[in-house]
């Protein structure tokens, strides 16, 4: 299995996973030609694609899902709730309504070799849900955008081999910031955003020995830096019973603008 962070962070989010058999997007939360240059970097093109996976209509994870679906037909898996309110968003333009494949929080999905589990999440979108992937061997998740981690998620995210991991904001900088204090309350509350700590601890729990790589995504322009999350996660990481030293294990920043590699799992 593959998996590359294509874009991640406040204005754009989108990842791509694959087997030999099937290629797929998670989100297209910019511009049609941004996701292709980003697939280009491993060789793959938009008409590599077999399916889209959305976890919520929130324009950073849909923005270029109209276009990109017009010009390819590739059909889009996502909740009843997500879908209802992408229909409702004239910015995307017409959809092809028969290539929407709706299920429910908690359901698999399986696209030839590759089975994939949606998990509900806390985050203040209709039906949002975030996903793991495997292809019967090993096993990558992508969960952003989530104001609080449940038992249940982290059960079902255990044993990962790849983990694209929300750490949004540095809650000091987000209190001292420009953004109004509703949208601070917002992005703090139990439907927001995850911390740097809050994803470090996160992390923690689905830490294992075989872990390949780990990314901090969604992080916020104006309430985060790099250097920080990676600094504050690894603080929360100190001391785990597989590396006790977390400046040994591969953690880093999924990239904001650019492709990060392709991992081959």
Do not use: W
Request: aromatic letters at 6%; one cysteine or more.
């Amino acid at each position: 299995m593959k998996i590359m962070n294509l874009v991640s962070g406040s204005s754009g989010n989108g990842t791509f996973v694959g087997t030999e058999k099937v290629s797929v997007l998670c989100d297209v939360g910019v511009s049609m030609k941004k996701i292709e240059e980003c697939l280009n970097t491993a060789g793959y093109t938009g008409a590599d694609i077999d399916a889209i996976l959305i976890t919520h209509e929130h324009i950073d994870h849909v923005k270029g899902l109209g276009v990109f679906q017009r010009k390819y037909h590739i059909p889009v898996y996502a909740t009843d709730g997500t879908i209802d309110q992408i229909f409702r968003m004239n910015s995307l333009g017409r959809f092809d309504r028969e290539l929407f494949r709706p299920f429910r929080p908690g359901d698999a999905i399986q696209l030839k070799d590759l089975e994939i589990h949606s998990f509900p999440v806390m985050h203040d979108a209709a039906e949002p849900v975030c996903y793991s992937f495997t292809d019967g061997e090993k096993k990558a998740c992508i969960a952003t955008d989530l104001g609080r981690v449940t038992d249940d998620l982290i059960r079902g995210l255990r044993g990962c081999d790849y983990m694209l991991i929300e750490a949004n904001h540095d809650i000091r900088m987000l209190e001292a910031g420009p953004y109004p204090y509703p949208l601070k309350q917002r992005i703090l509350g139990d439907h927001g955003h995850l911390s740097n700590e809050a994803g470090g601890a996160f992390i923690r729990e689905l830490l294992n020995e075989h872990v390949k790589e780990i990314r901090l995504g969604h992080l916020s322009k104006e309430n985060n830096m790099e250097e920080l999350a990676l600094l504050t996660v690894r603080q929360e990481l100190m001391g785990n019973p597989y590396v006790p030293d977390s400046s040994e294990l591969p953690v880093f920043v999924a990239g904001r603008d650019n492709a990060d590699p392709m991992v081959v799992l």
